[in-house]
């Protein structure tokens, strides 16, 4: 019997698999953009236009995809980033990218309003754990969070400062998506389409924010969603890069850069990398597409900390184009989730692989036996 390896051969496969796999309202929180979603378009488009001048006659090799960031050696220049209420997408979904990431040696973000714990993401991932914050209001609950991560054992912690104000996402709206699901008959209606999110969500518990639920009061725990709103800083500013450099004492990234001033800012507030990022298109739909701001943040940069980047990546060629353009590392969100929503258990192991083998088949066309190779083309 064929299997998934023949079925879904790249990311692009699953994509169809997953939304038929899913409930209407978690598929639109996850596909989704703002506005128009011009955005979400550009960042492929752009990405689609980079031409990579491949090499002849290099003879027999086997490329190396490995690569070393924060000090630690990884088996890929990429890694999962973070995604907010994932397990709504997959129940465990969490869970199942950490397991992956230990296993085949890149890293997982957890981000802060996803649905599981930094306690137990961490003791599955390993040492490739990282964990995403949101800036918060209460520097209490903020202060707490980052001691567990710590304590935790995670050591990279990713802020992100694109989100000044919950986006208008129209898809989300439309779509009623509410955390946790109010029980309707409409929602009841859609996730009986779905049976095998439906058992698997029996299985693991309504999605929560696990993360957070210890700081809401019992009686909030019905609009847990509306409760994460009231405690996040929206407003953040450079003040609040610096104080995290002084509190967080393991590597700080920060994501969601567009610009170089904004990298310098990054730099001089003590980051150790910055994240060329629009939040795959769920933000600002007026922003550059992520790799034609890319260019001229490396340039800024100029290998002072790794730059990471994101938004749009699908394919291992993705990769590379980024990698050529000046990134060190890419970070999937969408991708990812959609393996895992396709294959389950399965998924998150099935998207490094495919990833990886495109990425490799591409590193021979260029006749590039390292990622050293790559970047030092561009």
């Known amino acids: ?64 995809t490995s690569t070393r960031l924060f000090g630690q050696s990884f088996s890929v220049p990429f890694g999962a980033g973070p995604v907010g209420m994932s397990g709504l997408i997959w129940p ?30 961490a003791e599955t991932g390993g040492k490739n754990a990282w964990f995403q914050l949101y800036p918060l209001k209460e520097r209490e609950i903020e202060d707490d969070l980052l001691g567990r991560a710590a304590a935790a054992g995670i050591r990279t912690l990713v802020v992100t400062l694109d989100v000044p104000v919950g986006s208008r996402r129209e898809r989300q709206l439309a779509a009623g998506l509410t955390v946790p699901p109010k029980i309707t008959p409409l929602t009841l209606w859609r996730v009986a389409q779905r049976p095998h999110w439906a058992l ?58 567009l610009s170089a ?56 060629l993705d990769i590379l184009r980024a990698l050529s353009r000046g990134a060190d590392f890419c970070l999937l969100g969408r991708g990812f989730l959609y393996a895992v929503a396709a294959l389950g258990a399965e998924g998150g192991n099935h998207a490094y692989s495919v990833l990886k083998q495109d990425l490799e088949t591409n590193m021979i066309q260029m006749g590039a036996r390292t990622i050293g190779d790559v970047t030092g083309q561009r």
């Open 200 to 257: 698997a969500t029996l299985r693991h518990g309504q999605p929560r924010f696990r993360t957070l639920e210890t700081y809401f009061p019992s009686s909030a725990m019905a609009d847990s969603a509306k409760m994460v709103g009231t405690i996040v800083d929206g407003r953040p500013d450079w003040a609040t890069v610096t104080r995290l450099r002084q509190q967080w004492q393991g590597n700080l990234v920060i994501k969601g850069i």
């Open 92 to 121: 465990g979904a969490e869970l199942i990218l950490a397991k992956a990431a230990r296993a085949n040696g890149f890293p997982y973000t957890l981000s802060m309003v996803a649905n599981e714990t930094p306690e137990a993401v």
């Open 261 to 316: 001033d904004e990298a310098e800012q990054a730099i001089d507030c003590g980051a150790d990398a910055v994240v060329v990022s629009n939040h795959g298109g769920r933000q600002f739909d007026a922003a550059p597409a992520s790799i034609d701001a890319l260019p001229a943040v490396a340039e800024k940069v100029a290998g002072r900390v790794p730059v990471l980047f994101d938004s749009g990546v699908l394919w291992g």
């Open 1 to 64: 019997m064929a299997g998934p390896e023949t079925h879904y051969p790249a990311l692009a496969y699953m994509i169809d698999r997953a939304r038929r796999r899913v409930p209407y309202f978690a598929w639109e929180y996850l596909a989704s953009g703002t506005g128009a979603e011009r955005l979400i378009g550009d960042n492929r488009a752009a990405l689609d236009r980079i031409s990579l001048a491949p090499k002849v006659a290099q003879g027999r090799f086997q490329p190396d």
